[in-house]
């Protein structure tokens, strides 16, 4: 059976589907001004990330367990610290200016996986042994934020 249709609903079909075939080519549009807006928005948002989205200097690593602190390193010498968690034991690196989990009895290793911590606010979480590495620094500003905010 063939559908029959009003010329206006015909007229109006087709111009909804030229109209949709045009809607992909928005670009064309644009103009030299417009292109320089969107190139200096961009460069604008790219400065502001790597001028305002830092963490500040770290200059302590902070082992807790249980969210109790077990032990607090310096940044400022490089030497190894065991921690037992209910695991077993996990062991934190420490290096002139960052820290990252060596090794950890969790079966995941997300924690080791992470790697070098450099920033304040920074965190490592063993949680299946429950244990954390956070790096905390002198610089108050971005003290409300860590490693989970970014």
Known sequence: MKAVLPDDLREIFSEARHESRNSGSWHKY????DWLVLLVSGALV?????LLWRGGVADRAI?????KTVIELSLNSA????????????????????ARVFSDPGP????VQQGWLTRAG?????????LTLQLNG????NADYDSLNY
């Open 108 to 111: 995941r290793q997300y924690c």
């Open 138 to 141: 002198r610089n108050a500003d």
């Open 63 to 67: 082992v807790k367990r249980d969210g």
């Open 30 to 33: 644009l103009k030299a001004g």
């Open 46 to 50: 790219v400065f502001s990330y790597a």
């Open 122 to 130: 920074a965190v490592a979480i063993c949680a299946p042994n429950h």
């Open 79 to 98: 030497r190894k610290a065991r921690v037992e968690g209910p695991l077993g034991t996990t062991v934190i690196e420490v290096q002139p200016g960052r």
